[in-house]
């Protein structure tokens, strides 16, 4: 069945699935019961028998079924333990499966693959719950060993952030552009879930670059920076960086002049080359 994620069905079931009476708020929990979104995330993963897939939030086991069906090992993690003991019974099955118990913030993605008896490469699926999804995407993409390319499922607005292009930028925008190349793949309404979120969601491919966007000698140091000039984004950068740096206005202001970036722009505008550009005039003070 590997291979055909298109045949993966369950008796009476045609278009929707069946989600727990009781999701728990605490865990962000929002059932995907749309089968047509089910299989376009599968059909996007392109996923073969030679594919080792991390799933986070794998709730009852749904998209956990497609993968096993497509993938040669599946690590799949929840934290919930109740549903823990449903996905055994749903997966039991399928010994290409490995459910971890556990919270994703806490396991180091190499973790995980150990316990599975894996290694990289490595592929992650998931439809991340909305509160922790920045927190997990960003253990993944600066991971030891990251994943090759990312499928997630986000709220709407945080896929939107993640792709955006200068004039449109943010913090997040630059912090997952700086590890991989960001497209949002399609949007899915709020009917597609039980019970349904307040807000749109997306499905986003992130690719993993083989080496960050730029070269920079310090990474905490330049994402300080990068913080720094996002403090206050409407504001023109010779303000925010004095506020976020802790600079005297005429320092920021000379330290735009050496990067050749104009002092009344604004965070939003810039490329990662531009901060790489100012990040390397800060470093020259």
């Known amino acids: 069945m590997r291979g055909q994620p298109e045949k993966l069905v369950e008796a009476g079931v045609s278009k929707r699935i069946v989600a727990p009476r009781r999701p728990r708020k605490r865990l962000g929990q929002h059932f995907l019961t749309d089968r047509r979104i089910l299989q376009r995330i599968?059909?996007?993963?392109?996923?073969?028998?030679?594919?080792t897939v991390v799933e986070v939030g794998a709730g009852r086991g749904i998209l956990t079924q497609g993968l096993a069906q497509a993938a040669g090992r599946v690590i799949a993690v929840e934290i919930d333990e109740a549903l823990c003991d449903q996905i055994r019974l749903r997966l039991a099955p399928y010994?290409?499966?490995a459910i971890v118990c556990g919270d994703i913030l806490a396991?180091?993605?190499?973790?995980l693959l150990a316990r599975a008896?894996?290694?990289?490469?490595?592929?992650?699926?998931?439809?991340?719950?909305y509160y922790i999804a920045s927190a997990v995407l960003r253990r993944f993409l600066e991971a030891q060993a990251p994943p090759q390319?990312?499928?997630?499922?986000?709220?709407?607005e945080v896929a939107e952030s993640m792709a955006a292009e200068p004039g449109r930028m943010s913090l997040l925008s630059v912090a997952?552009?700086?590890?991989?190349r960001a497209r949002i793949l399609f949007y899915v309404p709020p009917r597609a879930f039980r019970p349904p979120p307040k807000v749109r969601s997306a499905v986003v491919q992130l690719d993993v670059r083989p080496q960050p966007a730029v070269a920079v000698d310090d990474r905490e140091a330049f994402f300080r920076l990068v913080r720094g000039g996002f403090a206050a984004p409407r504001k023109q950068l010779r303000n925010v960086l004095a506020l976020g740096l802790g600079l005297e206005p005429p320092?920021?202001?000379?330290?735009?002049?050496?990067?050749?970036?104009?002092p009344q722009r604004r965070a939003q505008t810039l490329t990662i080359e531009e901060w790489a550009d100012l990040y390397e005039a800060w470093q020259r003070q």
Do not use: C, G, H, W
């Open 42 to 51: 599968l059909a996007a993963a392109r996923l073969s028998p030679s594919d």
């Open 95 to 97: 010994p290409n499966v």
């Open 107 to 111: 396991l180091p993605p190499e973790e």
């Open 117 to 129: 008896s894996t290694s990289p490469p490595y592929v992650v699926v998931a439809n991340l719950p």
């Open 149 to 156: 390319r990312l499928i997630v499922m986000v709220q709407a």
């Open 176 to 180: 997952t552009q700086f590890y991989a």
């Open 251 to 262: 320092a920021a202001k000379a330290l735009l002049a050496a990067a050749a970036i104009d």
